[in-house]
T-cell receptor
C-alpha cells in the first residue's frame, strides 16, 4: 500500500481556465475527503464521499467547484473559471468508516497557483 | 460560529525539553479531538486521537489531554528532538451537520526544537 496519492503535485493556470485534480485513496478506504489549505492556515473542509456518494459539501464551496468519485475509488476535483483566490494547496484524505477508527490519511496535496 | 485557536506564535524550545502546545475551542462540542503533524509542502500526518470521555492519551513520547469543561486540549512532546520540528494541527470532529467525521482544523502551531 502506497498511501494516498494526488496528481498533479503542482498546477499553474491562468485565471478563467478550468483545472482538474485527481486523488487515489488507500484502496480499502471507503471515505474520501477534500480540503483546501492556504498559507498559515489549517486545512478547510470542502466535501466528502462515502463510497461513490457525495454526502456533504461545505457551505463555503462555490458552485464553480465540483467533485466526483465515480466508482467509489479515485476522486476528481474540478474548479471551473479559476480565480486568483482559488490559489491554495488542495488536500485529499481517506479513512475507513469502521468501528471507532476516525483518523484520516492525507495525500501530499496539489498546489494550485492561479495567475 | 465554531472557532479553534492554537498558539499563533512559533514555539522554540531546546532539545530534550518538553514542548506543550495548546488548542482551545468555542461554540463546539466535539465527539473527539485529533492532533496531526505537518511538514512543509506535505499533507498532515495523524498522531493521536482522544475522545470526549477520555482525559488523557499517550503514545511513546506524546501525550494529549482533553478538558471538555475548559474546551481545551494540551499536546505534549517529551524529550523533544530536532526531528520533532514541524507544524502541529489540532482538529475536532463529530457532532457536526452531516457527520462523516469531517474535521475542523485549527491554524496550527509551528514548533522548532533547537540543539
Amino acid at each position: 500500500d502506497t498511501g494516498v496519492s494526488q496528481n498533479p503535485r503542482h498546477k499553474i493556470t491562468k485565471r478563467g481556465q478550468n483545472v482538474t485534480f485527481r486523488c487515489d485513496p488507500i484502496s480499502e478506504h471507503n471515505r474520501l475527503y477534500w480540503y483546501r489549505q492556504t498559507l498559515g492556515q489549517g486545512p478547510e473542509f470542502l466535501t466528502y464521499f462515502q463510497n461513490e456518494a457525495q454526502l456533504e459539501k461545505s457551505r463555503l464551496l462555490s458552485d464553480r467547484f465540483s467533485a466526483e468519485r465515480p466508482k467509489g475509488s479515485f476522486s476528481t476535483l474540478e474548479i471551473q473559471r479559476t480565480e486568483q483566490g482559488d490559489s491554495a494547496m488542495y488536500l485529499c484524505a481517506s479513512s475507513l468508516a469502521q468501528g471507532l477508527s476516525y483518523e484520516q490519511y492525507f495525500g501530499p496535496g496539489t498546489r494550485l497557483t492561479v495567475t | 460560529s465554531q472557532k479553534i485557536e492554537q498558539n499563533s506564535e512559533a514555539l522554540n524550545i531546546q532539545e530534550g525539553k518538553t514542548a506543550t502546545l495548546t488548542c482551545n475551542y468555542t461554540n463546539y462540542s466535539p465527539a473527539y479531538l485529533q492532533w496531526y503533524r505537518q511538514d512543509p509542502g506535505r499533507g498532515p500526518v495523524f498522531l493521536l486521537l482522544i475522545r470526549e470521555n477520555e482525559k488523557e492519551k499517550r503514545k511513546e513520547r506524546l501525550k494529549v489531554t482533553f478538558d471538555t469543561t475548559l474546551k481545551q486540549s494540551l499536546f505534549h512532546i517529551t524529550a523533544s528532538q530536532p526531528a520533532d520540528s514541524a507544524t502541529y494541527l489540532c482538529a475536532l470532529g463529530g457532532r457536526v451537520t452531516g457527520g462523516g467525521n469531517k474535521l475542523t482544523f485549527g491554524t496550527g502551531t509551528q514548533l522548532k526544537v533547537e540543539l
